[in-house]
């Protein structure tokens, strides 16, 4: 299954690294997302994009900022992070961010551990 | 703020049996009820969902129940298998809004050969 790609896989970077997330979506939807997902804790919801626009931003620190140049491709860019921003970061999609019953397609995530 | 909670965090069964995991949810205005499994090292995939004018829907071996009054809905799995093996979250969320869902905290399932 290829619908929403993600890379890199894994990173790990210094806290002085400057990196970014890239995430694809194959399925024609309007709406992209970036997950957070730690060791046992919800999933956190940092920020949604509907078409290219930003919807959403849940009080995400200034350190993570996202990009969505077109409705296909949305990044995570990433600057003078924190050893507690080790995380697992998904990427999501869904046809529409604000339509009855979305079915919301994840990536297979980007493993991240900031030294 | 809304949350959902689920319990438990961990669930081993033995193959064959069945599994519960329950969850609740705290604004009254949700209405749709995903549930996600994620296995090891995997994207978390939709296996199940119902909204609120249903109080219970199945699909196989995987059931789940909702409880409007109590806020409460369940993912039921009869006759485990081991590639049922995997992490589950229920979520909640308003009809109109896939943005604003909000998601459990995991469950932990493991069955025992």
């Known amino acids: 299954e290829t619908g929403v790609t993600q890379t890199p896989r894994h990173l790990v970077m210094g806290m002085t690294n400057k990196k970014s997330l890239k995430c694809e979506q194959h399925?024609?939807?309007?709406?992209m997302y970036w997950y957070k997902q730690s060791a046992k804790k919800p999933l956190e919801l940092m920020f949604v994009?509907?078409?290219?626009?930003?919807?959403e931003n849940n009080s995400v620190p200034s350190r993570f900022s996202p990009e969505c140049p077109n409705s296909s491709h949305l990044f995570l860019h990433l600057h003078t992070l924190q050893p507690e921003d080790s995380a697992l970061y998904l990427c999501?999609?869904?046809?529409?961010?604000?339509?009855?019953?979305?079915?919301?397609?994840f990536g297979e995530g980007s493993w991240l551990t900031v030294v | 703020g809304e949350n959902v909670e689920q319990h438990p965090s961990t669930l081993s069964v033995q193959e064959g049996d069945s599994a519960v995991i329950k969850c609740t949810y705290s604004?009254?205005?949700?209405?749709?009820f995903p549930w996600y499994k994620q296995e090891l090292g995997k994207r978390p995939q939709l296996i199940i969902d119902i909204r609120s004018n249903v109080g219970e829907k199945k699909d196989q071996r995987i059931a789940v129940t909702l409880n409007k009054t109590a806020k409460h809905f369940s993912l039921h799995i009869t006759e485990t298998q081991p590639e049922d093996s995997a992490v589950y979250f229920c979520a909640a969320s308003r009809y109109s809004s896939a943005s604003k869902i909000i998601f459990g905290s995991g469950t932990r399932l493991s069955i025992r050969p």
């Open positions: 999501a999609s869904s046809p529409d961010h604000n339509r009855a019953g979305n079915t919301i397609y």
């Open positions: 994009y509907s078409l290219e626009e930003r919807v």
């Open positions: 604004d009254s205005a949700s209405n749709y």
């Open positions: 399925l024609g939807h309007n709406a």
